[in-house]
Structure formats: structure tokens, C-alpha cells
């Protein structure tokens, strides 16, 4: 009776641990939001979004540069690294025989595992010193080089996932290789696709040590993709290790935005590919 | 005789066009090709620049570089060992405090939770992988820090304080916050790959185990855990090899001092903090060559971490990693 | 596929036009350098950006060893150091010779985070010892010495110094150097050292940060970082046996004795300067100018800076607790701008 009453209290007791687990890790996410909220949410206003950085110790600047330099780094990652990742992976699922695609997934793997430190040297290396600046086109390499195994994996996985049904009847209908992948395969498959590039741009929207660097940063707007730009993950890092409250505000706001921006995309991504699953199901 | 005019009759005009569907098609396998490759070039090409400028480093200290613990500037002698030991110390503590509650979660969530409230508990979770880590980072200066130095590390060092590992003064920075930042970057990982790895156990198991009398954790525990336990340990493996390489929240914390220290209250170093901080500015070149060649160790680290980790979390769930 | 080709182009084009619309007329020059006169020099660019709206100087304040570094890879038009380049560095830079011109004076102080402890006094044996971390605690009988009938706490010291390659570094070690054998021999003189104990900051920003919100710690940041932020800072005992704060009169009078024998290249160290005021923490702060410029225009550009910065410039320094150049050396400095070809 004893070990049997004991065994049930070690049940409920383990059990509970695991919930309190469970509530524990989900909570993270909610006190993160909620620390940016409270902190952040009074500074997000208009001089915010359109002004650019004063001198430290001079308040009413903003992160203007900052947000649009971000969109600048990413637009180019997301330029070399879409085509990239959308073309390879149709190689790998559609051309491929067996040891070349399995070296190169090798690689994109091994790729994505390099430490965004470590992808910055390399982008410093080979884009900034021949150049001799510092500039977005090394910062959007550099990210770039972080989104290609995300996409590259992504893609194929949903490519493959379309059945051989589909290629077969097509090829059937006298159609080429060529054709059948423009017009049947991807489009069966462009949800899982959409998602795996929406992943990949959430991904590096965040990155801030790809771009330390290789972008560095600006107090201006860059005049042209040659120059520094400024970005918001690189200016909310310096801003939160510097002494002035003032840029402590600013930092809370800039985590705000970047946060929401990278959360809507995710949430985006798990819509679509449920979405598409309904879709291909009818 | 002169030359026959060649004019191509309707007939092998259409002839003609296939040849060039088919043409098209080689030139679409080729194209498709140079991107593929061009991944595998790329990656070949940052190893290669890794070496290329590392090489005054590793000809001057040979294998001694991960050995030495001196890192003087001044006298141009470096090694990596503190770096080294920053970083698999705050790997580990992260691990110490993420396998538990996250194994912890992931049995929750797989064993009985309700179908509909473990997917989105697992949603949330897994967002929290995608929080940017300076964000994280912004978030220990100002919130975790402050409580390291005023609750947490005084009253460590008040309850353990006789042992070298809660000695020193409470910085609020250090070897066990950047740990519990790192943990809080790892638990994703471990949740939704253990949970994937525990929803594949099949049922037949836990059943047999409770027909036998067990009570439900029991039956998990000792029946349904260890069944999955090569999926569970694959997800480790990919949380250390995330830890690793961790670089922005790790910098805000660490405290950024060159030396090793057994107290984990202390300021310490990692191979991605340091690089961050002195990269743009090691002047001289064994000193940017020897900040390279950290580069390089960390990234041999990360390769032989990621692959053992998906050898096993294929050998269990049977898909590839998962990227939550 | 094709809507995502769509999409892309879209994308592309519209970048284009965006950098394009961006581009007015203005001309970027890029420097980076020192954080010690980081906010005197971003108020310059910010003035003379008003004054020459066609010219814009993009300042990032990365460290004095950032600054040479990147001088020296080229990544940037010209730096800004703390400390002046070594033969060894000069050597490195082959294409063009690297001139230096001092824009300010300023002195570095030891800021520190003691509730209730207002300027505290350093002397030079105190203050080497607690960043040999020799003097752990700070009630020790050194710093009671130095402070007698003040009520010193019964706290750790936390030392902050900087992670970063730093001229403010070099000249803190400099003269811990000049005042310790024993910090000479054990640690040395760079921008960056094999520091014994202590935290690492970022810039004086960090090394501020840290100290800002680390009680009972103690760092060393240029006077404005100090000032700026409302955090106190100590004096510290001179060559010639008093203890001074930092301000604009004392740093100038370490910069007195140097005026007059100033080398042709400018590179002087003026820590431990002898004179009954002199702060002993002070220190010149140098723009690293190439003395070619294949663009004319940036040459132009950057040459009327150095002759703002020589004129009008130095007025604002008191406002910002440095202490301008000495007329002397300014006259000096303005005859070598005309080696800038």
C-alpha cells in the first residue's frame, strides 16, 4: 500500500515539475515582450521613426537611418540569397544525382552552423579590405550568407515533397523538364517556399554581429550602398552599452520595433505553410 | 555545283524547337548548378580565408595556441585557452540549466498536454528561438544583471560561498549570467526536437508499460524517455553547438576579462566575444592573426558538434534537423 | 517562380532608386577613431556639416586601435588615436606617410561609483595598486591614507578598464607606467594590455556604462564622459607632489611645458607633466591624416576641416571640458597642413 501511495505522490510530483517546466519556458517569451513594452513603448513616436542621431547627451534624435540602413542590408541579402538558395535547391531536387547534392548539402549545412562571428571575418576579408570601405553591399553579404542555407534546405525539402505524380504526369504531357518545374512543381510548393524565404529574412533582420564589421555604422544617411550604413540591430547594441539614459530609451524602442517586425514574420511563415497545406489538400 | 540552299521544312522546323526545349532544359540543369555549387564554393572559400589569415598565428604558436592562457597585446604572445574555457563553461551551464527544463517541458508537452494547447505552447516556445540576441542582450544588461549583483550572486555566495565556485565579489556580469542568457537561447531547441523525438515513441510502448502498472511518469520516464533519448541528445547537441557560437548577448554579459577563473561569478571570455570586441581594431598582425585563428577554432567546434548532432536526431525522428 | 522574379526585380529597383534619390550632392567622408574626443569631434562634423552642408564626415568612434587599424587597411579616409602610431605602425602604412595633427587636450579621470564618497584622492601608488589588483577593498589602508577622515566603505572594489583597443588605455598605462615599476614591468604600456584584474567596456562609453551601474566599482574615462553622465571622479597626485582634478586649467598646464618643446611630428606624451597644477592624466588627441589624396575634392575637403578645426573648432572645446591647443602649436600645426598634397 505504502509503495503504491508513494509511486502516485512521485507521479503527481514529477508531473507538476514538468508543467511548472513547461510554464516556465513559455513565460520567457511573454516577459521579454513585456519588458520591451513597458520600456520601449513611450519612446516609439514620430522623432523616433524620421529624425536621425543627435550627440549623445542631446535628446529628441531618432533611428530613421538605422531602420531604413536595416532594410537596405536585408534587401540585398535577401537579392543574392533568394535566387540562390530558390535555384540550388531545384538543382538538389530535381537534377541532382547522388554524391554532388549530398556534398553540397553537406556544406549548407556546415555553413549554416558557422557562427555569424565568424561569417563576418569572412565577409571583412573578402569584401571590405579589396574595397577598402566599409559598406552595406559586405553588411547584405554577409547576411546573405546566413539566409542561403535557410532557403537552400527550406526549398528542397518542399520541392521533394511534391509528389512524383504530378512531375510524371506532366513530363507525359510532352512537356520538358524546364517547363514542368516553372509551371507544376514550384507552385504546388510555393507555400512551403514562401515560408522558408520568410524564415530565412527573420532570421538575419536580427543579426547584429555579421554586420560589426562589415557595414559598421553611420550617423548619416548613407549616400550610396559603397558607405557604412547604419542598422538597427548594431545601434541597439551600442546604444545599450553606452551611459546615456537617453540612448537607453532609444535602445528599448529600436528592440521593440525589431522584435515585432521579426514575430510578424514568423507568425506570417506558420500561416502560409498552413495555408498551403489546406490548399494542396484540396 | 553550288552550295544546296537549306531550307528546313515545316517538319523538322517543330524538330528544331524540341531540340531546343531539350537544349533548354541543360542549360536550366546548368544554371541551376552554378547556384548549388556556388554554396559549396562559398563555404570552401571562408575555410580557406580562415586558414590563409590565420597563418602567422598558428606558424608562430603551433598547437601551443590552444594551450597558452596568455593574451598580452603588448608582448604580442597569444593563446586561446581562456577564450576556450569562457566558452564551454558558459555552454555548459547553459546546458545545466536548459536540459532540465527543457526535457522537463518537452515531456509535458508530449506526454499530456491536450493535442491543441502542446502546438502552440511549442509555437510560443519556438518564437523565442527567433528573438534576435542582441535583444536578449538589452534585456540582461537592464533587467538580469542588476538582479545577478543584488539577489542572485549575494545570496550564492551567502548559501555556497565555501566552495571556489561562488567566491569573488558579485559583479552582476560573468561566467553564470552569460550561462542563464545562453540557456534562455537554448531551451527552444531542446522543447520542440525532445517533443518531436517523444511524439515518435510509439504508442504501443507507453501502453504496454501501464498495462504493466506503471503510473503515467513512470511509464514516461523509465519506458517512453530513454526510447527517444538519442533524439533528445541530438537536440543538445544542437543547443551546445548553438551556445557556442553565440555572440551579441554573450558580449553585453560577459564582463570581458582575458584571464580563467574558477569562480563562475566572475568575468570571463568567450571566442565570440572577443573576436567582437577586437576585431575592427587589433592593431598589429599576430593579434588580428591570432583573433582569425579563434575564428577557425570555434568553427572546427561548431562543424563537429553539428554533425553529431544530426546523425543523431536522424537516427531517431527519421526527418532532418529542424530549424525551429 | 515567376511572381517571385517579379517580386525581386521590384525590389531591386527599387533599392536603386532609393540610394539614388539619397544621393544628393554631398560628399561622405569616412573617419573612425578614438572615443576619447568622440564628442567634441562629432559636435565639429555636426558644425562644420552646417557650415559646408556639401560635406558630411561620418565619425565612428570604434577605439584609437580601431582607428589605426582601419587607417591603415584603408577602410576609411582618415583616424583618430589617442595614442601616436609607433614606428612599427607608420612602417605598415606604404602608400601614403601618415601626418598626425593633436586637435584637443584632455585628461583622462578615474571615475568611481561610492555612494556618499565625493571626490576621493588617488595617489599614484593607490591607484596602480588597485588595478594591479593589489588593493582589493576600499577601505585599504592606502586609499585611508590618501583620504583621511573620510568614511570608506567596506566593499570590493570592481576595476573596470576597456576590452577594445583603446588610446585612452595607452595613456592610462602610460602613466601607470611612468608612477609603477612594478606595472611596467608586469603589464606594460599599449592600447591594449594583458589587464590583471577587472571588467571590460567598450569605448569610454562602456567603460562609463559599466561604471555607472556597477556599485562600488572604479574605472578610467576622458573628463566629458564624466561630466556628461553626473558621475564622480577623483583627483589624482601630480609630479610635483599635489593632488589636482581634471579641468580645463590643470590639463592645459601639463600642455604648457610641451608647447615649447613639441617635436616636428607631434607625437609627445604629457603624462606625469611637471608644474605645480598639472593634471597628471592628460593627454594630446591626434587626427591621422594621409599626406596624399588621389581625390582632390576629399583632400580639399578634409584640409578645410583642419583649418576649421584649427580656428573656430577650438572654441567649442572648453564648453566640453577640454582645453584647446596652445597657440604655439596651433601656428605649427598649420604649416604642416600645406605638406597635404
Same mark, same amino acid.
Given at each position: ?39 520601449g ?10 529624425k ?24 540585398i ?29 553537406y ?16 565577409a ?37 515533397g ?6 510524371e ?40 554581429a ?8 553611420n ?64 | ?26 542549360i ?33 604558436f ?13 608582448a ?23 536540459? =532540465? %527544463?527543457?526535457? /522537463?517541458? +518537452?515531456i509535458?508537452?508530449?506526454? !499530456? ?6 502546438? @502552440?505552447? #511549442? &509555437? ?5 528561438a527567433?528573438v ?27 548559501t555556497?560561498?565555501?566552495? =571556489? %565556485?561562488?567566491? /569573488?565579489p +558579485?559583479?552582476?556580469?560573468g561566467y !553564470? ?6 540557456? @534562455?537561447? #537554448? &531551451? ?6 525532445s ?33 527517444a ?10 543547443? !551546445? ?65 553539428n ?18 | ?16 532608386t ?27 562634423f ?13 565619425y565612428?568612434?570604434?577605439?584609437s ?26 612602417s ?32 599614484d601608488?593607490?591607484?596602480?595598486g ?8 576600499w ?25 577594445d ?50 556599485p ?7 573628463l ?86 584649427l ?21 605649427q ?9
Amino acid at each position: 500500500m505504502n509503495r503504491i501511495a508513494r509511486r502516485n505522490i512521485v507521479n503527481n510530483v514529477m508531473l507538476t515539475v514538468t508543467g511548472i517546466c513547461t510554464v516556465v519556458t513559455v513565460s520567457v517569451l511573454f516577459l521579454i515582450l513585456g519588458y520591451l513594452v513597458v520600456n520601449g513603448w513611450r519612446s516609439v513616436d514620430w522623432n523616433f521613426f524620421t529624425k536621425l542621431p543627435l550627440s549623445p547627451g542631446e535628446a529628441g534624435g531618432g533611428v530613421a537611418n538605422a531602420i531604413v540602413g536595416s532594410g537596405v542590408v536585408v534587401l540585398i541579402a535577401m537579392v543574392i540569397g533568394i535566387p540562390v538558395g530558390f535555384l540550388g535547391a531545384i538543382y538538389l531536387a530535381e537534377f541532382g544525382g547522388k554524391t554532388v547534392p549530398m556534398l553540397i548539402r553537406y556544406t549548407a549545412d556546415l555553413l549554416n552552423g558557422v557562427p555569424s562571428i565568424v561569417i563576418g571575418i569572412f565577409a571583412w576579408t573578402v569584401i571590405v579590405v579589396p574595397m577598402h570601405h566599409f559598406s552595406a553591399w559586405a553588411g547584405g553579404f554577409a547576411l546573405s550568407l546566413m539566409m542561403i542555407p535557410i532557403g537552400l534546405r527550406a526549398t528542397e525539402q518542399f520541392l521533394r515533397g511534391v509528389p512524383n505524380s504530378l512531375r510524371e504526369a506532366s513530363l507525359a504531357l510532352g512537356a520538358s523538364k524546364t517547363r514542368t518545374i516553372i509551371s507544376v512543381i514550384v507552385p504546388a510548393a510555393r507555400q512551403g517556399i514562401l515560408t522558408g524565404m520568410i524564415l530565412g529574412v527573420a532570421r538575419i533582420a536580427g543579426e547584429t554581429a555579421p554586420l560589426l564589421f562589415t557595414s559598421l555604422n553611420n550617423q548619416y544617411w548613407a549616400k550610396s550602398l559603397n558607405e557604412p550604413t547604419a542598422a538597427l540591430p548594431v545601434l541597439i547594441y551600442n546604444y545599450a552599452i553606452s551611459p546615456y539614459e537617453d540612448l537607453h530609451r532609444q535602445a528599448w524602442a529600436a528592440g521593440l520595433v525589431l522584435l515585432v517586425l521579426v514575430l510578424i514574420a514568423n507568425i506570417a511563415s506558420r500561416w502560409v505553410l498552413s495555408r498551403g497545406t489546406t490548399a494542396q489538400r484540396g | 555545283m553550288g552550295t544546296a540552299v537549306v531550307t528546313a521544312p515545316p517538319q523538322s522546323r517543330a524538330r528544331n524547337l524540341g531540340k531546343l526545349f531539350r537544349d533548354g532544359d541543360q542549360i536550366t540543369h546548368f544554371v541551376t548548378f552554378l547556384f548549388a555549387a556556388s554554396v559549396f564554393l562559398v563555404t570552401v572559400f571562408l575555410v580557406y580565408e580562415l586558414w590563409i589569415h590565420s597563418g602567422p598565428s598558428r606558424a608562430k604558436f603551433g598547437f601551443g595556441f590552444l594551450t597558452s592562457r596568455t593574451w598580452d597585446p603588448v608582448a604580442d604572445q597569444f593563446g586561446a585557452l581562456p577564450f576556450i574555457y569562457g566558452t564551454v563553461l558558459t555552454s555548459f551551464l547553459a546546458l545545466l540549466i536548459s536540459v =532540465p %527544463l527543457g526535457v /522537463g517541458a +518537452a515531456i509535458f508537452l508530449a506526454e !499530456l498536454a491536450p493535442p491543441r494547447f502542446s502546438n @502552440i505552447c #511549442t &509555437f510560443l516556445v519556438e518564437l523565442l528561438a527567433a528573438v534576435p540576441s542582441v535583444i536578449l542582450g538589452l534585456l540582461a544588461i537592464f533587467t538580469l544583471v542588476p538582479i545577478m549583483r543584488q539577489s542572485i550572486e549575494p545570496f550564492l555566495k551567502h548559501t555556497l560561498g565555501y566552495l =571556489p %565556485l561562488f567566491q /569573488g565579489p +558579485a559583479y552582476g556580469v560573468g561566467y !553564470l549570467t552569460a550561462g542563464i542568457i545562453l540557456a @534562455i537561447m #537554448t &531551451f527552444p531547441f531542446i522543447i520542440s526536437i525532445s517533443r518531436e523525438a517523444l511524439l515518435v515513441v510509439p504508442r504501443e510502448q507507453r501502453e504496454a508499460a501501464l498495462a504493466l502498472g506503471a503510473t503515467k511518469w513512470e511509464s514516461t520516464w523509465q519506458v517512453v524517455v530513454p526510447y527517444a533519448r538519442l533524439g533528445i541528445i541530438g537536440s543538445v547537441f544542437l543547443a !551546445l553547438a548553438r551556445a557556442l557560437g553565440e555572440t551579441m548577448a554573450v558580449t553585453m554579459v560577459i564582463g570581458n576579462n582575458t584571464g580563467i577563473h574558477t569562480s563562475l561569478l566572475s568575468p570571463g571570455y568567450t571566442i565570440a566575444a572577443i573576436i567582437a570586441n577586437d576585431f575592427s581594431e587589433a592593431s598589429g598582425d599576430m593579434y588580428l592573426s591570432s583573433l582569425v585563428e579563434l575564428g577557425l577554432v570555434l568553427f572546427a567546434l561548431t562543424m563537429v558538434l553539428n554533425a553529431a548532432a544530426q546523425l543523431l536526431i536522424i537516427a531517431t525522428t527519421g526527418k532532418g534537423s529542424k530549424q525551429p | 517562380m515567376k511572381t517571385s522574379l517579379i517580386w525581386n526585380t521590384t525590389l531591386w529597383i527599387a533599392v536603386f532608386t532609393a540610394a539614388g534619390t539619397m544621393a544628393a550632392s554631398a560628399e561622405t567622408i569616412n573617419a573612425a577613431g578614438a572615443t576619447f574626443p568622440a564628442p567634441i569631434y562629432q559636435k565639429w562634423f555636426e558644425e562644420f556639416h552646417k557650415a559646408h552642408p556639401d560635406i558630411q564626415i561620418n565619425y565612428q568612434a570604434i577605439g584609437s586601435g580601431g582607428g589605426i587599424r582601419q587607417l591603415t587597411e584603408a577602410t576609411v579616409d582618415f583616424g583618430a588615436s589617442d595614442m601616436p602610431m609607433t614606428n612599427d605602425e607608420l612602417s605598415k602604412v606604404s602608400k601614403y606617410k601618415v601626418l598626425h595633427f593633436p586637435t584637443v587636450l584632455g585628461g583622462i579621470v578615474p571615475t568611481y561609483n561610492v555612494p556618499g564618497a565625493a571626490s576621493l584622492k588617488f595617489s599614484d601608488a593607490t591607484l596602480s595598486g588597485i588595478y594591479l589588483g593589489s588593493i582589493k577593498k576600499w577601505n585599504d589602508a592606502a586609499l585611508k591614507k590618501d583620504n583621511p577622515g573620510v568614511n570608506l566603505p567596506n566593499e570590493d572594489i570592481t576595476v573596470v578598464h576597456r576590452s577594445d583597443g583603446s588610446g585612452t588605455s595607452f595613456v592610462f598605462t602610460d602613466y601607470l607606467a611612468k608612477v609603477s615599476p612594478e606595472w611596467k614591468s608586469k603589464v606594460g604600456v599599449n592600447t591594449s594590455v594583458n589587464w590583471p584584474v577587472g571588467l571590460g567596456g567598450k569605448g569610454n562609453e562602456g567603460v562609463a556604462g559599466l561604471v555607472k551601474q556597477t556599485p562600488f566599482s572604479i574605472g578610467y574615462v576622458e573628463l566629458i564622459y564624466a561630466v556628461q553622465n553626473k558621475m564622480e571622479y577623483g583627483l589624482l597626485k601630480n609630479a610635483a607632489g599635489n593632488f589636482v582634478k581634471a579641468d580645463f586649467n590643470t590639463v592645459s598646464d601639463a600642455a604648457a611645458g610641451a608647447a615649447k618643446d613639441m617635436p616636428a611630428d607631434f607625437r609627445v606624451s604629457i603624462t606625469n607633466a611637471p608644474g605645480k597644477n598639472a593634471y597628471p592624466l592628460s593627454s594630446f588627441t591626434w587626427l591621422l591624416i594621409p599626406d596624399k589624396f588621389t581625390d582632390q575634392t576629399k583632400k580639399k575637403s578634409i584640409v578645410d576641416f583642419l583649418q576649421w578645426m584649427l580656428t573656430t573648432g577650438q572654441a567649442d572645446a572648453q564648453a566640453l571640458s577640454y582645453a584647446p591647443l596652445p597657440k604655439s602649436i596651433v601656428a605649427q600645426e598649420q604649416k604642416q597642413i600645406a605638406l597635404i598634397k
